[in-house]
């Protein structure tokens, strides 16, 4: 079975700060691994994945990822944040190969306050 | 546009009023699914489909049924509500093979 740990519930963040989001997973199976962004109101949005290949990922609005096998990590980052990125962060794993369920794994999510 | 959308976004009923969410995606997606999300807990499977005809029990399974009668509908059903069940619920779905699921807007279901 596989689980997912996102290790903090909440991230204050001044605006133009870096920000790290984190993520430890466990799994006896290879897996996908997967970030989304939940804004105010509204559903899930995929922020960035990582299926296999390179172990830095790129995703949108500038947020990047690093898959660590050896640590079974898979950190988010963002090297300057802004205002409109205060939002609730999910990490989440799904099994390799999805053909038998998309079921997703979710994190407990980061909540991501940045301040001006 | 690609979407998937769910109704109402916002219900507030009585503990044993039966309802249902609907869930609709236009994507010819096979799988979807139903998670709940509540504080502290992330966000939970209830039921998924893997395609017409085909549902079957994810994680927290009690209390809700589905159906998957039509390829782009994957309705939830409450038949007696109680208040454990208020909370935000999210469809989803996928195609077969793929990586990314959709997720709809979210239903914000309050049981008293």
């Known amino acids: 079975a596989q689980s997912v740990t996102q290790l903090d519930s909440q991230v204050p963040v001044f605006e133009e700060a870096p920000v790290e989001l984190r993520c430890n997973y466990s799994s006896s199976v290879s897996v996908y691994l997967f970030w989304y962004v939940q804004y105010p109101n509204q559903g899930l949005q995929l922020l960035l994945k990582?299926?296999?290949?390179?172990?830095l990922v790129k995703g949108i609005n500038g947020f990047e990822a690093e898959f660590n096998k050896s640590q079974t990590s898979f950190h988010l980052r963002k090297p300057s944040v802004h205002i409109s990125d205060t939002a609730e962060y999910f990490c989440?794993?799904?099994?390799?190969?999805?053909?038998?369920?998309?079921?997703?794994?979710f994190g407990t999510g980061t909540r991501l306050q940045v301040f001006p | 546009e690609a979407q998937v959308t769910q109704n109402p976004r916002y219900l507030i009923t009585v503990t044993g009023k039966k309802l249902t969410v609907t869930c609709s995606q236009n994507?010819?997606?096979?799988?979807m699914s139903w998670y709940r999300q509540d504080p502290g807990l992330g966000l939970r499977q209830i039921y998924y489909?893997?395609?017409?005809?085909?549902?079957d029990k994810g994680d927290v399974p009690e209390g809700y049924k589905v159906s998957r009668k039509e390829k782009r509908n994957f309705p939830l059903i409450l038949e007696s509500p109680s208040p454990n069940q208020t909370s935000l619920y999210f469809c989803?779905?996928?195609?077969?093979?793929?990586?990314?699921?959709?997720f709809g807007q979210g239903t914000r279901l309050t049981v008293v």
């Open positions: 989440a794993v799904s099994q390799l190969p999805l053909y038998n369920t998309d079921k997703l794994i």
């Open positions: 489909s893997m395609n017409v005809e085909v549902t």
């Open positions: 989803a779905s996928s195609s077969k093979g793929n990586t990314e699921a959709f």
């Open positions: 990582y299926l296999s290949g390179s172990t």
């Open positions: 994507m010819n997606h096979e799988y």
